[in-house]
T-cell receptor, first 114, second 114 residues
């Protein structure tokens, strides 16, 4: 079956530091890949996505590249802000085999200090 | 568009009581999902629906029932609440015909069972 593995948190950084949150996946077909962000007390919201190999998703300074050869979709940001403190979820969606259910990682908490 | 809305936002139940959580979306999405989120457990799928009048079990369906009588609404019922059902519940919808694509989440319902 499908699975998503994220690095465990919390990840604690100072403002303006470089961020990487690792995400690897296993899938039976050719999935679409997503990063969602959850701010305290809120629901998840889509941060970025990529639908095929070598695609780069980007939004709000965050980037992730779909790497089929390493089955990875690592999230990066060059300079984090305090307002980026949140929980980040990597996810995949794969319709092969008739599955309608996306697969989520367990989430990685990011804490950014001033 | 209001997107995905959930009612209520908070609820406290006594063990054995029943309640229904309502999820509504105004985006004409086919797919809808109910998740629970517990500390350290990520998101776990309770039930989902691929269209009006259809429902299916997810990863943790025991103790819950659902109905999708109208396309825009997805109801989650707890017939006899237990302390183990204390959690934050999220509803989500997906616009894609095959279910492959990003999910739109509601703001969540925080349920405490005493």
């Amino acid at each position: 079956g499908n699975s998503v593995t994220q690095m465990e948190g919390p990840v604690t950084l100072s403002e303006e530091a470089f961020l990487t949150i690792n995400c690897t996946y296993t899938a039976t077909g050719y999935p679409s890949l997503f990063w969602y962000v959850q701010y305290p007390g809120e629901g998840l919201q889509l941060l970025l996505k990529a639908t095929k190999a070598d695609d780069k998703g980007s939004n709000k300074g965050f980037e992730a590249t779909y790497r089929k050869e390493t089955t990875s979709f690592h999230l990066e940001k060059g300079s984090v802000q305090v307002s980026d403190s949140a929980v980040y979820f990597c996810a995949l969606s794969d319709a092969s085999g008739g599955s309608y259910i996306p697969t989520f990682g367990r989430g990685t908490s990011l804490i950014v200090h001033p | 568009n209001a997107g995905v809305t959930q009612t209520p936002k908070f609820r406290v139940l006594k063990t054995g009581q029943s309640m229904t959580l309502l999820c509504a979306q105004d985006m004409n999405h086919e797919y809808m999902y109910w998740y629970r989120q517990d500390p350290g457990m990520g998101l776990r799928l309770i039930h989902y629906s691929v269209g009006e009048g259809t429902t299916a079990k997810g990863e943790v369906p025991d103790g819950y029932n659902v109905s999708r009588l109208k396309k825009q609404n997805f109801l989650l019922g707890l017939e006899s609440a237990a302390p183990s059902q204390t959690s934050v519940y999220f509803c989500a919808s997906n616009p894609h015909r095959t279910g492959v694509g990003e999910q739109y989440f509601g703001p969540g319902t925080r349920l405490t069972v005493t």
